[in-house]
């Protein structure tokens, strides 16, 4: 079984000019999951394929997931990532933005690696994957500018903003192994559905969770009044009491960061709110199960799948 | 005979979210030379090819092109581009990184278009000639944060930076229409040598030029100290006295720009640094015209390109 942190590592990064290749190797070296490639590299074994050729696939998405997450960082001015500092503070931001042009076109060339007969689709499935981040990024710094965003909204967003890069991790994977049409419609589904349960999860996690496990300070969606699915919820089943409080603390300019994650987080549970979305989650996780059982391969081949979506969205933290 | 500004302004950017796709549509039609889409065409005319196949390399070429200025816009923070205000003015600096990253895998879905056969050799020229303008782009700043620069490193950096994008452009159409591997290696260094008298022309311009025509303001390199052909020439040549009357006006930090225009362009006529400029792009210029002879087609076929050449690197202006 190939070892994907392994593979990643020895990407070699050692290229002139090296202040162009340096944040590149930072990034990737950073850690995190390396959930899309291991999804990828899954499909691939789950239907029968040579791991080996969904490798490059597999660096292609985490190479441009991390590209994603350089920009990203830089519009959001994010300081921190997986616990170290951003590549647009530890160098600069117009660093973040070459660097990350470059990063993607590293995923592109990892692409040349692809079977000649299936790199047209995989060009398209991949173009169309890039496309919906792309407008799934635009529409979240949209929503943060407007004053309501409806669940179905917000849920389309997290889709096409992180959802849809599980959805292709899964069916690029299985397209390696020779998956069937069917099968690769419903691979894709599946990581969109383990993608939504995965985000919901984070927006409770962010409220609920436990700063040890978590990796960010809780609360922090609350201080900076991030449209998460736990505010849209309450926003939508507060009484006009609690309305008008969560509207005072929204709008407050000045406060005391620790009250307002305190006196937000009890609106929150007043509301009931928490309840609501592990609801939604569950519903997703369901889905993505059941889809998981459609899959044309016997069920001793679904176990890793089914303990990775397990593993993923049982999370205490 | 295809018409490439007709082609571009049939892509159509009428999608959601309009936030993300209406500064593409600006930039695409904010006009240019459309050279490298109209290189690539003529190359494929050329060698006989059918200019419908050459059509989405064309286009891919010319979204990338304006998708490296946008980004390039943002790292300079320039204001005006085209005589209209530049899509990080017009919208934001985040604007203009995710447009432009949706601009980036827009050039990759015309890929998609590239017959399949040809597909794997299109998308690693696409690829290496990508990664070759980050580079030349890092070195473009790393340059700007130096002391000295020499003729070399500067070649080599326009060569990177903005050469292999007119070189890939010839090649890739010439590729497109089944021009031999010599033929094919001929087109892409006609276009790098054409790329190199270009840049230079365009440093001369810069200092010499006539601002009626030129489209920029005269003297903007010197008043920024930009490390163009002229200065690092103007440097390298200047006496004793001439070189610390040149340091003086660089290091200067307050001063009237039009009196150092004036003295800095009396110091550069001085040092004669005009006719070095010239003599370099003369050569580029003549290395092309030769690679053109070189090129195994009838005369009356390279007519096309002898013209275009002509009229890039005979501009008075």
């Known amino acids: 079984m190939i070892d994907i942190n392994q593979a990643i590592s020895s990407l070699s990064w050692q290229r002139e000019p090296y202040g162009l290749y340096a944040p590149i ?10 959930l899309r490639p291991t999804l990828a590299l899954m499909a691939c074994r789950m239907f029968g394929g040579d791991e080996e050729k969904a490798l490059p696939v597999a660096l292609a998405l985490e190479i441009f997931h991390n590209f994603t ?17 951003t590549v647009h503070v530890r160098w600069d931001d117009n660093t ?5 042009d470059q990063m993607m076109t590293e995923a592109y060339v990892q692409l040349e690696q692809v079977e000649p007969s299936l790199l047209p689709r995989v060009l398209h499935l991949f173009n169309a994957m890039a496309t919906d ?4 990024q635009q529409l979240d710094m949209e929503f943060e500018k407007r004053e309501k965003v409806s669940v ?39 990581g969109e559905r383990i993608g939504l349960a995965f985000q919901i999860q984070d927006d409770v996690l962010d409220v609920w969770g436990d700063e040890r496990t978590f990796g960010k300070r809780i609360g922090g969606d609350i201080v900076q009044n991030k449209k998460s699915l736990v505010q849209i919820l309450a926003l939508e089943n507060a009484n006009p009491e609690q309305l008008r409080e969560l509207r005072r603390w929204i709008d407050m300019k000045c406060f005391d960061e620790e009250q307002k994650i305190a006196e937000v987080t009890a609106l929150y549970n007043a509301i009931r709110v928490r309840p609501m979305c592990e609801e939604r989650e569950a519903q997703y996780t369901e889905q993505a199960m059941n889809d998981i059982m459609l899959l044309s391969v016997p069920q001793d081949k679904k176990q890793e799948l089914i303990d990775i979506t397990r593993k993923l969205l049982n999370r205490k933290n």
């Open 152 to 190: 179905d909204e917000y849920i389309e967003m997290v889709r096409l903003k992180t959802s849809v890069l599980l959805g292709a991790a899964l069916q690029l994977g299985g397209l390696m192994a020779g998956a069937s049409e069917s099968d690769l419609t419903l691979l894709y589904r599946i």
């Open 133 to 136: 981040i792309w407008r799934g």
């Open 96 to 100: 973040a933005i070459l660097s990350g």
């Open 25 to 34: 190797a930072y990034a990737l070296e950073g850690g995190g999951k390396r």
């Open 69 to 85: 997450l350089l920009h990203d960082d830089v519009m959001d001015q994010a300081p921190v990532r997986r616990g170290r500092p």
